[in-house]
C-alpha cells in the first residue's frame, strides 16, 4: 500500500491538529511525497500557492474562511485544482453545493482509512469521486430538486449564508470575501427574503436543519 498515491503532495486543511496527525500519518503510509497541513482556509489558500500540491483535502467547517468559500477564491484563479472536500456532513444539499462548486470530490468523515486513500488518488488522477454512501441521496436530489430551503440560495449567497450562520459579522464577512459591507447587506436580504426568516437565530436554525453547520 506504500506506493498507492504515488508520490503525490497533499494538503490537508482542517482546524483540528488530532485530525490532521491521523490524516497525515495515513497518507504518508499510503505513498505521499510530501504533506502539507493547513488549520484555517486562508492558510490553505496561501499555502497552495506556494506548493502547487496534487491535491487538496478540505474541511467543509473551519473558522474564518469556511471550506465553501476556500474552494470558490481557490478555483477562481486555479480552476484546474483538484479538491476533495472532507467533513462530518451527510445531508446531500452539502456535497451538492461543494461539488457544483467545482470540487472533484466529497467524502465523509465517517468513512474507513482506506477509502480516504481511495478518494485522495482518484482525486488525484482528476477523476470525480463522491462517498458511496452519499452517491445515491445526491443522485436522486439532482433528480428530483432538493426541497431544502437553502437550496433556494446563490453560489455567494450560500458563502455569506454559511458565515453568517455562524455568528459572524457583516464587516468580517465583507473583509472575508473583499467586498463592502452594503454588498454584504444585500445579500443577507436577499437570503432572509428565500429563507424566510427575519434574525441571525433563525438563519443559524436552518443551518443546523439543513446540516450546514455541526451541532
Known sequence: MNTVLNNMTVLLADDHAIVRKGFRLLLEGAGTA???EADCGETALTLFEQAAPDVLVMDISMP???GL???ARLLAHRPGARVLMLSAYH???VPMRALKAGALGYLSKRCQP???VRAVRQVGQGRRYIDPELAQAVALANLSGDADPASTLTEK???VFMQLAQGRSV???AQDFHLSPSTVGTHLYHIKQKLNISNGAEMTMVALRSG???V
Request: glycine residues 8%; negative net charge.
Open 171 to 173: 464587516n468580517a464577512v
Open 69 to 71: 468559500a476556500a474552494l
Open 64 to 66: 474564518g474562511m469556511g
Open 34 to 36: 510530501r504533506v502539507l
Open 157 to 159: 449567497e450560500m458563502q
Open 91 to 93: 445531508e446531500s444539499i
Open 212 to 214: 450546514l453547520l455541526d
Open 114 to 116: 482506506d477509502e480516504l
